[in-house]
């Protein structure tokens, strides 16, 4: 098995340390976010052998699709893990930009489909249903994407918050792009089952993680369906263990206490089941953050969203990577602070480790051209 790696595009800036803030809660750099900037990161994640960038959707940060689409023409092989939410564009929209991005960036797309963020944010984009009315929304938005990227002939589709009537794409997206799909909560398993190619999850121990993939294996199975995994982690990886440790202390102490209390004040209001398991790791306290080996706590102090890094020597890091993919992952998607730089001490540290092993190979040795996985067909409601 090959596992993939994919980098970061922090569209909301970047700094040496850490940043505050995030998935529903203001946050920036000190290194702006432009697109210069952008270029530079996406560069070394392409020179380093990641295979894609995950680029975040929000309020905080800049829009996703246009931000990649500016990043198509300088590179060359580098993916875009486009985050999107479902509800904000219609499924008809977003089934046919995906197409046309295909097209423009021969085939270099790869979506994250977030079902929503915090409710305040989904209010100011117009969203006013709730946290089990969005779960079933994103069903029905990806049935009717999924039937307009392989039909040719107009579709209709009733269901209870989406609605569309004789709907054709004129070019089907070439290859369709993987579907990336995350959540915690009850109300996502059986979406993720049903219309993802990959299910991610944040970093947690390996037994949460366990547990929560053989959750999904269950669905998927009773779907008549297989998925890959993934797993969403910042990592700090060093000649030596204790060079990387030092680096965790550093950005730790960088940060101001009372920045620590209004992230957690936010986070703490947040309905999202895995944010929820985020904060359980830490408690809100700066003791005991290394929660198993190698796994550090200390970034979701101050960050929405994914809160845990890998942090050791290149050998320590390369291991605990092992020790995930033994589970099932096999997609990878990692950041660090500054993400230009720590895509160099990964990409030069830990990948050679991995490869040698015969677990990853750059992906200029793979196949160029990624297709997603079959999926059922069952309709989230009554469609024609």
């Known amino acids: ?15 040496r340390n850490l940043i505050a803030g995030g998935h529903g809660t203001a946050m920036s750099g000190d290194r702006p976010a432009s697109l210069r900037y952008l270029n530079q990161i996406a560069g070394a994640a392409e020179e380093n052998g990641f295979e894609a960038v995950l680029t975040p959707t929000g309020l905080w940060c800049e829009d996703a699709w246009l931000t990649t689409a500016m990043l198509v023409e300088t590179t060359e092989t580098l993916k875009f893990l486009v985050a999107f939410r479902p509800g904000i564009v219609s499924p008809t929209l977003a089934a046919q930009m995906a197409g046309t991005y295909q097209r423009h960036s021969r085939g270099r797309l790869l979506l994250n489909v977030v079902t929503g963020g915090e409710p305040h944010e989904q209010r100011a984009f117009g ?8 779960y079933q929304r994103t069903g029905e938005f990806l049935h009717v994407v999924r039937e307009l990227w392989r039909s040719h002939e107009p579709i209709s589709f009733e269901g209870e918050h989406i609605r569309v009537q004789d709907a054709l794409l004129n070019n089907h997206p070439d290859p369709v792009p ?13 979406v993720a089952a049903q219309y993802a190619d990959t299910y991610l ?8 993680v366990s547990k929560k993939l053989e959750w999904i294996r269950r669905l998927a199975v009773d779907r008549g369906r297989k998925l890959d995994y ?9 000649d030596t263990s204790e060079q990387a440790w030092a680096e965790a202390d550093r950005l730790l102490e960088a940060v101001d206490p009372a920045e620590i209390e209004r992230v957690q004040a936010s986070l703490a209001r947040s309905e999202s089941e895995g944010q929820r398991r985020m904060l359980d790791l830490h408690g809100g306290s700066t003791d005991r953050l290394e929660i198993a080996p190698n796994l550090w706590a200390g970034v979701g102090l101050v ?3 994914a809160g845990t890094a890998l942090v ?10 092992i020790e995930y993919s033994r589970l099932g992952i096999n997609h990878f998607i990692l950041s660090g602070y500054p993400h230009v730089e720590e895509a160099y001490w990964f990409g030069e540290g830990v990948l050679p480790l991995l490869q040698r092993r015969g677990l990853w190979k750059p992906p200029a040795q793979r196949e160029t051209r990624v297709t997603a996985t079959p999926f059922a067909s069952t309709p989230a409601a009554s469609s024609s």
């Open 1 to 15: 098995m090959s596992l993939s790696f994919h980098w970061f595009l922090p569209t909301y800036g970047d700094s």
């Open 127 to 134: 969203d006013f249903l709730d946290k089990e009315q969005r």
């Open 178 to 190: 993987p579907i990336f799909f995350g959540g915690s909560s009850t109300a996502a398993g059986p």
């Open 201 to 208: 999850t944040w970093g947690e121990p390996l037994f949460a």
């Open 230 to 238: 993934g797993l969403r982690i910042h990592v700090i990886s060093r």
């Open 303 to 305: 960050r929405g969203g």
């Open 312 to 321: 050791g020597s290149h050998e320590e890091v390369a291991e605990r990577l």
